[in-house]
């Protein structure tokens, strides 16, 4: 079974953002970019399913500007066999991202798609959603847990009031939480290994796409700054405080 | 504008979350409530009743007993043939249908609003709350998910709508449900509770964290919530996660403690009216959002805590 996996280039998890003064946006000059973490894990897992036999070959694929074979080569590095970028620096939204993705579905044949949840530049949660609807598959969101028997894929959720399980036809897209593995960091071979594996470059165009936003962005701020607070020295500054506050 | 928008609920109950996507709907246009799920009248007669609620469409039917999406979303693409918006709450349950929905409809979904600034334009956090980005649609229907902590809930009582039956495609013959593990517990509800008690990795392991942590909730009547590392740890289960990526709460007081403050915790919390934090370390970054900050080992302040307000 083949299995595709998508990746994205965002601000690394540890850089704390910094609206433009302009209000256009987030500055992203000169600023550590890194995998989104959730597809690190969408990458792990289907490393982990190839160990297991499972899977057969992984293709990677990210929607970005050049830069994008990077976080590509990380993908490769840990266990992926091939990558394929589609290249472009305009913005993509997450609806353009799963037309994409749609299209190489339908060239490539996964029998499993697993992408991240949500990227943690827009936090939309869409993409694996829309390519489900797109590609009219089941949908597993926000797995803690995959397992594939025979031509079902069982995935157990994370949801608000706990864990749900559903079991999908395949092929099916799985999304990502936290919960589901927790992703290798890749061995100075294998980074070596991964700059000969291949990557195809592609444009949205070859895949008769249209990627122009249907999201115009107005302007981006910063949130309302929180007052200062104050240093309490005692627990019972705290018992008046709650009391204060009508909650003790 | 006509407005759809998704009920919540267990099929027996209408959850919170509802309440506060039918005020952002009903600052886009004329509010109809979707009730798609199985013996799930009671739900739609309660949501009759919702103020703000013109009209309630009950789908009533095995095949969306479970919510699947597979399912939902083409009954829920049907009906947006007579609607120009679909709001659902961004809860785990309408973050999964919503985006189904908006494919199926050709439309770009706007996720997480906070606020309603125009009939195309509203604000929505991206990079974990760091930045509010203001967003305009071009798409002819809107299909959106609502943040509770952006809305107020619209009353339970004071509307009288009527009830009518929809039907969709039924059973997509793509998924099906297995099983669910929902945790029963007397506290209050993670995201409605008026107080919330978080408790982060300094609390050592699960019992460490119960034996710590539910006496002061107990006593304050407060839901009990969690850091990703305490999650990740072991100590609770995933539903406790406060965060970018777990539950976002705003309560009238949260209590952090030993929760260092990552941005990915501050994300979910940092919309509390008053946020209390209880660290050994001055300079952990919760002790820079917090409005009260006490500097003290844990272990002996939250039991001093608890002794002092019973």
Not at chain 1, 168 to 182: C, F, I, K, M
Not at chain 1, 208 to 226: N, Q
Not at chain 2, 112 to 117: A, F, N, P, Q
């Amino acid at each position: 079974m083949k299995v595709l996996v998508g990746v994205k280039r965002v601000i690394d998890y540890n850089v704390r953002p910094r609206v433009k003064a302009d209000g256009s946006g987030v500055d992203l000059a000169n600023v550590k970019m890194s995998m989104n973490p959730f597809d690190e894990i969408a990458v792990e897992e289907a490393v982990r399913l190839k160990e297991k036999g499972v899977a057969s070959e992984i293709v990677v694929v990210s929607v970005g500007p050049a830069k994008a074979v990077d976080t590509l080569r990380t993908a490769l590095a840990m266990g992926a066999d091939r990558g394929i970028l589609v290249q472009t620096d305009e913005p993509v939204e997450p609806l353009a991202v799963a037309k994409l993705f749609h299209a190489i579905a339908q060239e490539e044949a996964p029998g499993l798609v697993i992408l991240g949840k949500q990227a943690i530049d827009d936090d939309s949660n869409q993409t694996g959603q829309m390519l489900a609807a797109l590609w009219g598959r089941g949908q597993g969101t926000f797995a803690s847990a995959v397992a594939i028997e025979g031509d079902a894929v069982t995935v157990t959720r994370e949801v608000d009031g706990g864990l749900e399980t559903l079991k999908l036809s395949l092929p099916a897209v799985v999304t990502t939480d936290l919960r589901l593995n927790e992703p290798r960091f890749a061995s100075l071979p294998n980074i070596m290994k991964a700059r000969s594996k291949p990557v195809a470059t592609k444009a949205p165009a070859d895949f008769g796409v249209d990627i122009t936003p249907r999201l115009k962005t107005l302007s981006v701020a910063e949130p309302a700054p929180r007052k200062a607070g104050v240093k309490v020295e005692s627990v019972d500054a705290l018992v008046e405080k709650l009391k204060e506050l009508g909650v003790a | 504008m006509k407005v759809l928008v998704w009920a919540e609920h267990d099929n027996a109950a209408l959850k919170d979350a509802t309440l506060s996507a039918v005020t952002a709907g009903g600052q886009l246009g004329e509010v109809t409530l979707l009730v798609a799920g199985a013996a799930c009248a009671a739900v739609a007669d309660a949501g009759a009743k919702v103020a703000g609620v013109s009209a309630v469409l009950l789908a009533d039917d095995a095949v969306y007993g479970a919510g699947l999406a597979e399912n939902v979303a083409p009954l829920v693409a049907g009906i947006m043939g007579e609607f120009d918006a679909f709001v659902a709450p961004a809860t785990t349950t309408g973050k999964n249908i919503a985006p189904r929905v908006a494919a199926l409809l050709d439309v770009m979904q706007i996720s997480d609003i906070l606020t309603v600034e125009g009939p195309k334009s509203f604000t929505r956090p991206i990079y974990a709350g760091n930045a509010i980005a203001t967003v305009e649609s071009s798409d002819a229907k809107l299909v959106i998910t609502a943040r509770a902590t952006g809305f107020a809930k619209a009353a339970r009582e004071g509307g009288s709508a009527s009830v009518s039956p929809v039907s969709g495609s039924g059973d997509a013959g793509l998924s099906s449900f297995v099983s669910a593990q929902v945790a029963v517990s007397e506290r209050p509800e993670l995201t409605s509770a008026k107080v919330v008690v978080s408790g982060g990795r300094a609390l050592k392991d699960a019992q460490t964290f119960a034996d710590t942590l539910y006496p002061l909730a107990d006593r304050l009547n407060a839901a009990v919530g969690a850091s990703r590392a305490a999650v990740d740890a072991g100590f609770v289960p995933n539903d406790y996660q406060v965060g970018q990526t777990g539950k976002i709460v705003a309560p009238e007081v949260y209590i952090a403690v030993g929760i260092s403050g990552a941005i990915q915790h501050l994300a979910g919390m940092k919309d509390s009216k008053t946020i209390i934090a209880i660290n050994k370390d001055p300079d952990a970054p919760i002790m820079q959002v917090a409005d009260l900050a006490l500097t003290a080992d844990l272990f002996t302040a939250v039991p001093e805590l608890v002794s002092k307000l019973a």
